[in-house]
């Protein structure tokens, strides 16, 4: 198996293609571990220090408590109590943590500012969300994925809503694992073309499939599992009544979960919004896997934790 030894996670595609499943079996076997009562101590004495920019519930806490069950501890930096808040650099604040912690990660709103810490830190940088990928959280949705339904490769995954962080890492995911993706965007949303062209390129290796529609009944005809997320992202609040409009037609309702598959998931990164993307039916209803979807970031996290630290 390759080695994830030393690595930044920022995105998925920095990861040889065969690590992103390997990473699922690796979650899997820690899964079984913790539910036995038997689990490794392969982060024995390790620190991770935590840096939110932006509110969080799944992944600061996944990220405390999967670091602790494997022997390590987490560290939970408030910006405006270091000195970066004074005006100190990224560059030196990056170098002064490489001396002290073993990993660093970081939610924050442009991607080149966690490019730029983890250019500058000799230690693995973990990106926990940034206005362009959210990796930890692809690597759960696979997770929940095999879990359900035993293999990726050749499931059909329909997303439904904005081309936004988490449609890029679940792209990236989709296309190293060997899934057809379809995805329906409205005008106006559309993903960056940079991800798109490298997951197109990744695809070609791995038998996947991507394409695109602005029908939202076309995406799911069929579909093994439905994914949406929120139309308004954080930093986008100001944009909501504007989203709401333009998002109509693409809600997850029990009528659209009606074209997929009759054993279709559906999948959400959480928090959601019921009545906007999706409805309270599909969220609690027979199809929904997202509260599995979420306990999924422990242990996605934590095989990513064994692997670029253990
Ligand atoms: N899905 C997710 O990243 O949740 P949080 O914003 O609560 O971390
Ligand atoms: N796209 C959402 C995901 C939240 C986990 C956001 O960036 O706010």
New binding site residues.
Partial sequence: APSLKGKDCLSLSAFPLEAIELLTEKAMQLKKQQVAGKECQCLNGKSLAMIFD?PST?TRISFEVGMKQLGGHTLHLHRDELQLSRGETLQDTARILSGYVDAVLIRTFTHELVAELAEHASIPVING?T?LH?PC?ALADLLTLKEEKGHLKGLKLAYIG?G???FHSLLEAAAATGIHLVAAIPKGYDPNETIVQQAVQTAVQTGATISFTRIPEEAVAGADAVYT??WS???QEEEEEKRIQDFQGFQVNEKLMSLADSEALFLH???AHRGLEVTAEVMEGPHSVVFQQAENRLHAQKALLAGLLG
């Fill in positions: 932006k799944r969300l206005d959210h959280q904005d936004n962080n988490v997320d929120v992202s954080m930093g990164c959480l928090p």
